[in-house]
C-alpha cells in the first residue's frame, strides 16, 4: 500500500476513551521461512511485557487492554501471518470502541507493542522518511528503462530502445568489405567509421535518456536515482546525471543490471544501497538546523522556536530525536507549548490542557501543514540532543 501524509494524519487522529493499542511486526524473507516463526514468541512475549506493566499502574485499564487482545484474535494471527502481504506490518486497535486499522509496507517495523491514549505512529513516520520515492535508471547498449521506488515498492515509469539511425545502418551496409588478408583498401577504416557513427548514436539516446530523467527528477521530487546497468555505461551516465540540473539530487551507483527484472526484485535489490546514505541525510539534516538556527537564518532549535513556527505554519522539515518523549499543552486555539509561559500564561481566553503525547503532536502540525518529517537515530541525533531534541528548516 501506499504511505502518505493523509494515511499518518488520520492516523494520528485515531483515538479512543480507553487508548490504543499499536502493534507493529516485521517479517523479513529469512524470518517469514524460518520453519519456527519466532514473530508469534516475539508478540506474546512483548504483550506480556504490556500487561504487566499496565497492571502495575492502571489494574482497571489491564483488564480491558486484555479483554480486548482476546477479542483480536484473528487479527493478530493475521498480523504475523508468514504468507500475508507486506515485511512491516502494524495494527492499531481502539481498547473500547474495538475500531481496527492496519498497515502493510515492504519496509520492516522493529516488533513493539505500544498502548497510548492515540495510535503510537512514529515507527509509520520513519519508514515514511526512509521510504521517499527515488529514482531507478537503468542503461544498456540496448535500451534504457526508468522506475519509481517508494516504500519498498516498485514501479515502472517508462523504457525506451536504442535504434541507430536509417542512413548509418544504409551506409554501413554499403561499406567495401576486405576480400583477402593482404587487402589495403578502405574496409577496415569503414568499419571504424560506422562503429564511431553507432557510438555517436548511442550518446545522443544516453543524453536524450538524461534529459527525460531530469524532468521526471524534478516532477516527483526524486532526491535520490540509482543508475544500474552496462558496466561501460553506468558510471559515464551517473555523471551525466550528476551534472544535470536536479537540485543536489544524490545519484547512486549499483554494481548490477535491471533490464528484465521484475519490480519486486529491483525493490529488493535497491533497498540496501538507498538506506545506505539515509543516515549521512539525517546528520546532513541536523548540522544544517543547528548552524542555520543558531544563526537566525531560515531553521530553529529547542522546543519552543519549533513549536512557535509549527503553530504559524512556517516548519518546512521538522527533524526530532526518534525516541524523544517530552509533555507539553495544546491550547484551546489548537496551538502547542512545551510550557505555559509569556502571552499564552497571560491570556484569559486560551485554556491550556496537558498532552501526554505531545511529540505526536507535532508531527500531526507538521505534517497537516505540508512539512516533511524526519526522525533522527543513532550518532546523528547527537548535536540535537543538546537543543531538547528539535529542530526545523522553515518556510521563512
Known sequence: MT????????????????GVLSFYVGLTPDRAADPQPTAPLELRSRLKELK????????????????????????????????????????????????????????????RVVHHDGAYVRPLVAAHDEGRAAGILNVTRETAR?????????EEVGSSRFEVEDDVMARGKSAPVAKHAGYSGTGR???????????????????????DLQQVIEERGWDRVVVAGNAKLRDEVAQMVRD????GTRVLVADDTFETEAPHVVAERVWPLLRSVHRQREADLVDEAIERGLGGHGAAVGLRKVCEALNEGRVMHLLYVSDLEVEGYRSSEDTLHPRVEGVAAASEQLEMHREPLFVERMIEKAVAT?????????????????HEGV?????W
Open 189 to 211: 577504416q569503414d568499419r571504424d567509421d560506422f562503429e564511431a557513427r553507432i557510438d555517436d548514436n548511442l550518446h545522443r539516446f544516453v543524453r536524450d535518456v538524461v534529459g
Open 244 to 247: 544535470a540540473d536536479t537540485r
Open 52 to 111: 504487566a506493566d499496565l497492571e502495575a499502574r492502571d489494574p482497571e485499564v489491564a483488564r480491558a487492554v486484555s479483554s480486548r487482545i482476546d477479542a483480536i484474535q484473528p487479527e493478530l494471527d493475521r498480523l504475523i501471518d508468514p504468507h500475508a502481504h507486506g515485511r512491516g506490518r502494524a495494527l492499531f486497535v481502539g481498547v473500547s470502541s474495538g475500531e481496527v486499522e492496519t498497515v502493510s509496507l515492504q519496509i520492516p517495523f522493529a516488533d
Open 391 to 395: 529542530g526545523a528548516l522553515l518556510r
Open 370 to 386: 505540508g512539512a516533511l518529517v524526519t526522525p533522527v537515530d543513532d550518532e546523528a541525533a547527537g548535536p540535537l540532543q543538546v
Open 146 to 154: 526508468v522506475l519509481s521506488w517508494s516504500v519498498g515498492e516498485v
Open 3 to 18: 504511505l502518505d501524509d493523509a494515511r499518518i494524519r488520520d492516523l494520528l487522529r485515531f483515538d479512543d476513551e480507553e
